[in-house]
């Protein structure tokens, strides 16, 4: 991005150096993938949003769309994207047809003190058979193996936050009847076992990948939560003796 960012911006870093402003012109560079950052991340986020709409049943308009990028700023540039994105997104939900337990909800741990919001925690086919599954979308230019953390925390989550305050199992209540109470049952004995991450792309299409959320993930999840937790803290800070000398 800094390279990019120096030759589409040569006019402006060379006004810079003109000035005799050289820490201008170096921050403008280093500063660019931020910048992109943040105009990719608004793209993403109305993604997530289309998401949302769709699960409840209203799904986003092309109008709502372009309004919601233009409040965010969003460079008209990515516009064509993001809706080629939302639609690789539709796409992936019609192939895949999953059953939709929870669509953008807060899900907690209390043993383990986190929280965290899912885009969809369904079923869906895994292999040759329905599995339970967390859906995850990534806007991403890659889908990396670090997302089987975030996804495996997903699914150790203890309990869903409703939007009236209230708690609800992961699993939800399926109906009243014997064969619909006897398969809510199995599906809490089998839990969360696979994640699913759907990366849109710009020309409508997307990628999968496919996660096996084991024991041993979720012990590096912790890892690495229990290391966040003690930056937050100052465990390392507080550890350092005063100087006496």
Not at 196 to 220: C, H, S, W
Request: net charge neutral; with cysteine.
């Amino acid at each position: 991005m800094a390279a990019q960012c120096a030759v589409d911006d040569h006019d402006i870093v060379a006004a810079m150096l003109a000035k005799d402003d050289k820490a201008a012109a170096i921050n403008h560079i280093k500063g660019s993938r931020f910048r992109d950052m943040n105009k990719k991340a608004n793209r993403g986020t109305i993604v997530h949003a289309a998401v949302e709409a769709y699960l409840n049943g209203k799904p986003m308009t092309k109008k709502q769309m372009q309004d919601r990028l233009d409040e965010t700023n969003t460079p008209k540039a990515l516009w064509q994207s993001t809706a080629g994105m939302i639609a690789g997104v539709m796409e992936f939900l019609f192939d895949a047809e999953p059953e939709v337990f929870y669509g953008e909800h807060a899900l907690y741990n209390r043993t383990h003190e986190y929280a965290g919001t899912a885009d969809i925690l369904g079923r869906l086919r895994v292999g040759g058979a329905q599995h339970n599954a967390v859906i995850d979308v990534k806007t991403s230019k890659s889908i990396y193996d670090e997302v089987a953390l975030q996804l495996v925390a997903y699914a150790r989550a203890e309990f869903v936050g409703l939007n009236d305050g209230t708690e609800a199992p992961l699993i939800p209540d399926l109906g009243k009847t014997v064969a619909k109470k006897k398969l809510r049952q199995k599906l809490i004995d089998e839990g969360f076992q696979y994640g699913i991450v759907l990366r849109p792309k710009a020309n409508g299409t997307y990628e999968r990948a496919d996660f096996t959320l084991t024991d041993e993930v979720f012990q590096m999840f912790l890892a690495c939560l229990a290391v966040t937790n003690a930056g937050d803290n100052d465990v390392l800070a507080r550890s350092r003796r005063p100087n006496t000398n």
